[in-house]
């Protein structure tokens, strides 16, 4: 007779939180010391969803990490889902950035400020002008950026970034003659213009949750798991048991598609905010623009597309 297996309940994860991902070590319960991907072996469509779980047979979809990025980061590029099946046999990259904290010296590079080619665009790495070559801007604490596949990308300065990604091990490094060349043919060489594009292959959705009031969550009514990251002030997740789980700033926890419904308040009764990130039904598109709630109107932020939502 095969077991019972135990009511799921909010994980969170050892190492600070800085990444979330399938070899992330849970913290707390009965399910401490486990990895994300133990759990899911065992849990499977309690922890994923049905259709996550029928989707991506199995492993984990999307990662989040946290980065402090203080010198200059590579200029890379990802794969889309086309190119990364085709070649490597994984999912593609793409991700979206959201800018928790900007500091002195911030920009982010993305994409040209004029039509490329795969010569004058070797020329730049060779020469060493490929980020003069890029479209560039300061980003502001609350903006974000979804970066599509085959879309070069960089930054520096002072900035903390918390990164939605789709679960790839697939990164370019275009500044690397030779990963640059495995890139050429897969990269977008148009100009950014600083308007909004659509999301493409773009398989998760990341809502901006602002709360000043208790919300009651269903996950089942998601289809699929949830994540949150709490990027400004405390929110407790409390259960229908009685049981809270405190959410710090910078932390997160991972909510599985068959907890039951639960209230997520901010604590102490301070307003909190809270990147709230679930995998969407792949025959529906992903909202392609930043809705602002109480005024209805449409943000459109200057440097590509944002697919992060705002939500009381």
């Not at 990802?78 to 994984?90: F, G, K, Q, S, W």
């Not at 809502?207 to 000043?212: D, K, M, V």
């Not at 809270?244 to 932390?251: A, F």
Request: hydrophobic letters at 35%; glycine letters at 8%.
């Amino acid at each position: 007779m095969q077991k019972k297996k135990r009511k799921l309940y909010p994980l969170k994860f050892e190492e600070g939180n800085s990444l979330l991902g399938s070899d992330s070590v849970i913290s707390n319960g009965f399910l401490a010391e486990n990895s994300l991907d133990d759990v899911i072996e065992t849990y499977l469509a309690d922890l994923l969803g049905p259709k996550v779980l029928d989707c991506y047979r199995g492993e984990l979809p999307v990662t989040v990490r946290i980065m402090d990025v203080e010198q200059p980061l590579p200029v890379m590029a990802c794969p889309d889902d086309t190119t990364a099946r085709e070649r490597y046999l994984v999912w593609g990259r793409p991700f979206l950035w959201y800018f928790a904290n900007v500091g002195p010296g911030a920009k982010v590079f993305y994409g040209f400020k004029a039509q490329m080619s795969a010569e004058t665009l070797y020329n730049a790495v060779v020469d060493g002008t490929l980020r003069e070559k890029m479209y560039s801007f300061t980003p502001h604490e609350g903006d974000s950026l979804f970066v599509k596949g085959g879309m070069p990308f960089s930054a520096e300065g002072c900035l903390r970034i918390v990164e939605v990604s789709g679960n790839s091990p697939v990164t370019y490094h275009l500044e690397q003659i030779p990963e640059l060349g495995e890139a050429m043919d897969i990269l977008d060489y148009s100009p950014v213009s600083g308007e909004n594009s659509e999301v493409s292959d773009c398989h998760f959705a990341v809502n901006l949750r602002q709360l000043s009031k208790e919300s009651r969550v269903e996950p089942s009514a998601y289809e699929s798991f949830i994540i949150y990251v709490c990027v400004g002030g405390r929110a407790i997740i409390r259960t229908n048991d009685g049981a809270e789980y405190p959410l710090e700033n910078m932390e997160t926890v991972f909510i599985p598609e068959s907890m039951e419904d639960f209230a997520l308040l901010p604590a102490e009764g301070r307003p909190v905010k809270l990147l709230e990130i679930f995998m969407t039904r792949l025959d529906e598109p992903v909202k392609d623009s930043y809705i602002d709630e109480e005024t209805g109107h449409e943000h459109n932020h200057g440097h590509g597309e944002c697919c992060c939502h705002d939500h009381e």
